[in-house]
């Protein structure tokens, strides 16, 4: 198909605010000859689970030159349209009441869509270049509504409707649209122009988000050898009373927080929710590389119309989450022991799950589509999270690489040789390409170590390989169910009973949300979703419980009572204590060898 074929056009307007629905055309001006099939993708590329984008076409019709044409519809995405020479037309109606990054929403305040959620493909025409206008909805109380997205404007002032461009569909899915009355600050980073946008209400400081995104831009550019692959990038920010999420594009990230993440103008330190708003900026713009240029070969082309396997979300995600906090330091944003203690907090949240025993990293990224996606309630025994392994794997290559070369190769270089050799050559990484390539970079032989980080379920030699870089690996118990480790126990070591299990409030006392295995709670026959009342008859609720077990002795035997559904039961127990399975790190100032090479892995003033 040439580039000079004639574009396929779409426009979109938000009809209803209302009742949430957008109008939705697709002019096909050329359609394949014998009757064009079209279909609407089943999943996002970021996000791997399938959310069939099709069940929110309320209404659909086609016409040609005038003329009505038959649709029939041949399995839940797909629509056979009757055959006509030229000028097809579509028209079709799409619920918009989704207020994530993944998907689409729409009413009287914003509008926010990602191509996926409106977009429906015309098969056999995917390389053509697409248009999009954008309308505004009628009425005065939209007068004020702007657009912002990263799809290049080919007839639209700057932030204003009219109409947009993609060199193919699979480029117009890639840039969501936010339409309604944002705020907006603008950076440079290595002569790039960046946009933030921020849809809700707020009270935050924008000039303060501005003047920290950019270091961090500016480190990832000039990491990936100081070109940044686009000329335009705009974080998109929706903020709600309580969310976190986000999601990579190829010149975009949309970005889901809550309102007290952002810095108020008073701040003058990175608050811990800032740090956290700050690390998915970083996370989401590293993917800007790695995973929307540098890409499994299993996603060139994205198949969206049902689920695409890869054992490689680990480096993809893993990688990137290892990298999104090092260049929080790298930027100057937090210090050495912050950055430490981050790490700490990652390596808690593996070592809380016994899943880890029992799933790979390349397991976990296979199955993520009906595992790490959904998770139910034993989750953390039995799967192990390809994001918070795989930045440890991440970790541990890096410091593997680095001791066995003291510091000549890294996982840096790694990512700096995989950009040149993939993301610009846009090659795909073929499924057991990465770990070769890491080989042919390193020149070590590297298969044992890969065996034993991705394809078993046995934990790394995270203390020995931390230890060669002068860190001490340290193991505590929890101090509660809100203790996210990365920090030392302070206060007395006497060991103390622990119920073994997540609760929340409830109305009459503490619900189990989840047990972790073979805690006080699972022993006890206790069961996510048993509403706790009463430790030997005294009354607890979620904030109480925990510190009552604490009058209890280790290993003492008491009953906990508990509805299950509407019934009443008794559960007798032995107390036990939790697992150390709190991590912390540490320096090791006496090793002189270990405390160069950490200098060379962590100081970057
Ligand atoms: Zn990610």
């Known amino acids: 198909m040439s580039a000079n074929s004639p574009a396929n056009h779409y426009t979109v307007k938000p009809v209803r605010p209302e009742a949430h629905v957008y109008e939705v055309t697709l002019h096909i001006p050329e359609p394949i000859a ?6 609407m993708p089943a999943w ?16 659909l019709w086609a016409e040609s030159e005038g003329r009505m044409l038959a649709v029939d519809k041949v399995d839940k995405q797909t629509w056979q349209v009757e055959s006509c020479e030229r000028d097809l037309c579509l028209r079709y109606e799409v619920y918009a009441w989704d207020l994530s990054v993944r998907a689409a929403h729409l009413d009287k305040t914003h509008a926010y869509f990602n191509g996926t959620s409106l977009f429906m493909a015309a098969q056999g025409l995917e390389d053509r270049p697409c248009t999009l206008e954008l309308l505004s909805p009628d009425g005065k109380e939209y007068q004020l509504w702007k657009v912002a997205t990263a799809m290049p404007r080919l007839n639209a002032e700057e932030f204003g409707f009219g109409t947009y461009q993609a060199a193919n569909y699979d480029e117009l899915i890639d840039h969501p649209v936010e339409i309604g009355q944002f705020d907006h600050i603008r950076f440079e980073a290595c002569g790039v ?17 501005a003047r920290d995104l950019k270091p961090i831009c500016e480190a990832q550019i000039a990491f990936f050898g100081g070109k940044a692959p686009v000329d335009y990038y705009l974080f998109m920010v929706m903020v709600v009373g309580n969310g976190y999420g986000g999601l990579e594009h190829r010149a975009s990230t949309s970005l889901l927080c809550s309102r007290d993440d952002l810095p108020a103008f008073s701040a003058k330190e990175l608050s811990e929710p800032y740090k956290l708003f700050l690390g998915l900026c970083s996370h989401e713009y590293f993917h800007t590389w790695n995973v929307k240029r540098i890409k499994p070969e299993k996603f060139l082309p994205y198949d969206l119309r049902s689920e695409s396997h890869t054992r490689l979300l680990w480096v993809f995600e893993g990688i990137t989450s290892y990298y999104d906090e090092y260049f929080l330091l790298r930027a100057g944003l937090i210090s050495q022991e912050e950055f430490l203690e981050m790490l700490g907090q990652n390596m808690t949240r593996v070592y809380r ?7 790979s990293v390349a397991d976990s ?7 790490f996606y959904k998770q139910d309630e034993n989750a953390p025994n039995a799967i192990v999270s390809y994001y918070t392994k795989g930045a440890m794997i991440a970790l541990a290559l890096d410091l593997y690489l680095r001791k066995e070369t003291t510091a000549a190769i890294t996982l840096d270089l790694v990512m ?9 050559n846009q090659r795909g990484v073929g499924e057991t390409e990465f770990e070769s390539f890491v080989e042919e970079v390193s020149g070590l032989e590297m298969k044992a170590f890969f065996d034993l980080a991705i394809r078993s379920a046995e934990d790394l030699p995270m203390d ?49 949300q989840l047990v972790y295995e073979d805690g006080t709670a699972m022993c006890a026959g206790l069961a996510s979703e048993d509403v706790i009342i009463a430790v030997n008859g005294f009354r ?33 127990v032995d107390l036990l204590a939790a697992p150390e399975n709190t991590i912390y790190l540490g320096l090791d100032e006496e090793n002189q060898a270990a405390s160069a090479l950490r200098e060379t892995w962590l100081n970057f003033r």
């Open 34 to 39: 014998g009757g064009q099939i079209v279909h």
């Open 44 to 59: 996002i590329p970021g996000s791997y689970m399938i959310r069939d984008f099709a069940k929110n076409i309320v209404q």
């Open 193 to 209: 122009p960046h946009d933030v946008v921020i849809t809700g209400a707020h009270n935050a400081d924008l000039e303060r988000i």
């Open 353 to 359: 799950g016994v899943g880890r025993f029992k799933q």
């Open 365 to 371: 990224s296979f199955d993520a589509w009906t595992k």
């Open 416 to 424: 700096q040789k995989a950009w040149e050799r993939f993301g610009l």
């Open 464 to 512: 020995e390989l931390l230890a060669t870089h002068g860190i001490v690996m340290n193991y505590r118990r929890p101090l509660g169910q809100d203790d996210k480790g990365g920090k030392a126990d302070r206060g007395n070591s006497v060991i103390k009973p622990d119920l073994g299990a997540r609760v929340v409030r409830a109305e009459h006392g503490a619900r189990i």
């Open 540 to 572: 607890v609720g979620a904030e109480t419980l925990a510190k009552h077990l604490t009058r209890y002795r280790l290993g003492e035997r008491v009953v906990i009572q508990a509805f299950r559904h509407d019934v009443l039961m008794d559960f007798p």
